[in-house]
């Protein structure tokens, strides 16, 4: 089977823990839902990208910078690996996510 990345897009700042709560539980289940169904493989949330180092070969030396790689209104927060026969069952999680952490953008990628 093939692997692919849901990666999770948010917005900058974090949910209030009242409105967050229900979501992780939501999300908690779906986690498991995978692991029954075999297709789980590895999941993780992200710091907020203030935390991120970016590191550059230049043609002498190699730089290192704080913060994100780009400066974006929504960035990466998280990320699900699934094993799954095809795209169209892999877009199936992919929805079933996406519904999880509504209005929230899923992007779904094969590896290679």
């Known amino acids: ?18 409105v967050l709560a229900p979501v992780l539980r ?3 289940a779906l986690n498991q839902e995978m692991r ?7 999941a993780g949330g992200l710091h907020p990208p203030g ?6 070969a230049g043609d002498e030396e190699v730089l290192v910078t704080d ?5 974006a209104k929504e960035f990466l927060g998280g990320f699900t690996v699934i094993r799954a026969a095809d795209l169209d069952a892999a877009l199936e999680w992919g929805r079933k ?7 929230l953008a899923i992007e779904v990628r094969p590896f290679q």
Do not use: C, H, N
């Open 26 to 28: 939501e999300l908690d």
């Open 36 to 42: 029954d169904a075999g297709v789980w493989v590895f």
């Open 97 to 103: 996510l996406a519904v999880v952490l509504s209005p």
């Open 1 to 18: 089977m093939k692997q692919y990345l849901l990666s999770i897009y948010q917005p900058e700042g974090t949910p209030e823990p009242d």
């Open 51 to 56: 935390t991120a180092t970016v590191v550059r």
């Open 67 to 71: 913060g994100p790689f780009i400066e």
